[in-house]
């Protein structure tokens, strides 16, 4: 099954809760509910779709201190403490990138908590458990988008 556009379009919308949203957004498409669903396995099955779920607002549920940390990881260890990252509760985000002249950063982690001092602890213990790596945090000033990609206006 290629890449329906049109579902793809329809499913990166914000999906109203309701008793059979997949309807709506099918009906979107232009497409009935099963085809839709039908499309979303496939791609789950291509890996297109990771998964699916509620956008939780974690500010609004406490998570008020939240950091870029950015980790001067050696490249034989990226793959090790990225996953080590990864797994833990209080990170979002981990990605690896190339670092730069004068900037050393290899690895980039969004840590979120309740408070600074609890983000500082975070932190700390993720600084413990990786080895005491060279690392920078960035705290979060101010937020001003957090969203999907508008796959109807990229693909038009």
Not at 29 to 53: N, P, S, T
Not at 144 to 155: F, N
């Amino acid at each position: 099954m290629k890449m329906d556009r049109a579902a793809l379009r329809a499913l990166s919308k914000e999906m109203k809760i309701s008793e059979r949203p997949f309807a709506e957004a099918a009906a979107q498409a232009g497409m009935d509910e099963q085809r839709l669903l039908d499309c979303i396995r496939d791609w789950k099955q291509r890996g297109f779709v990771r998964r699916a779920g509620a956008r939780i607002d974690h500010r609004s549920l406490g998570m008020r201190a939240n950091a870029l940390v950015a980790w001067a990881v050696p490249s034989r260890r990226l793959s090790l403490i990225g996953k080590r990252f990864a797994a833990l509760a209080r990170v979002s985000h981990v990605y690896s990138r190339t670092p730069r002249r004068g900037w050393p950063y290899t690895l980039y982690t969004m840590v979120h908590a309740e408070s600074a001092r609890r983000l500082k602890g975070a932190v700390d213990s993720m600084n413990s458990a990786a080895g005491h790596i060279p690392h920078i945090v960035l705290p979060t000033m101010r937020e001003y988008t957090k969203r999907a990609l508008d796959m109807d206006r990229i693909l038009r």
